[in-house]
C-alpha cells in the first residue's frame, strides 16, 4: 500500500489525461458519421478498449474531415 501512495502523484494526472481523452474520443465517435475508414461500431470498440492508444489513432488516423 506504500507504493501506491508513494507513485499516486505521478500516476494520478496521467490516468486523468487518459479519462479524458478517451471520453473526448468516443463522444466524438457518437456525434459524427464520416470516419476515414472503418465504422462507428469499430470505432467505439478501439477508442474503449485500446486505452490511450486507441484514442490517439482516431484522432490521428479515423476521424473524417468535417
Known amino acids: 500500500m506504500d507504493t501506491i501512495t508513494e507513485y499516486l502523484p ?11 481523452l478517451g471520453i473526448t474520443a468516443f463522444v466524438h465517435v457518437q456525434r459524427h458519421r464520416q470516419y476515414r475508414f472503418g465504422n462507428r461500431l469499430l470505432w467505439s470498440i478501439a477508442v474503449l478498449i485500446l486505452q490511450i492508444i486507441g484514442p490517439v489513432i482516431y484522432f ?4 473524417g474531415d468535417r
Do not use: S, Y
Open 10 to 20: 505521478f500516476l494520478l494526472p496521467i490516468v486523468l489525461v487518459e479519462l479524458a
Open 60 to 63: 490521428t488516423v479515423g476521424r
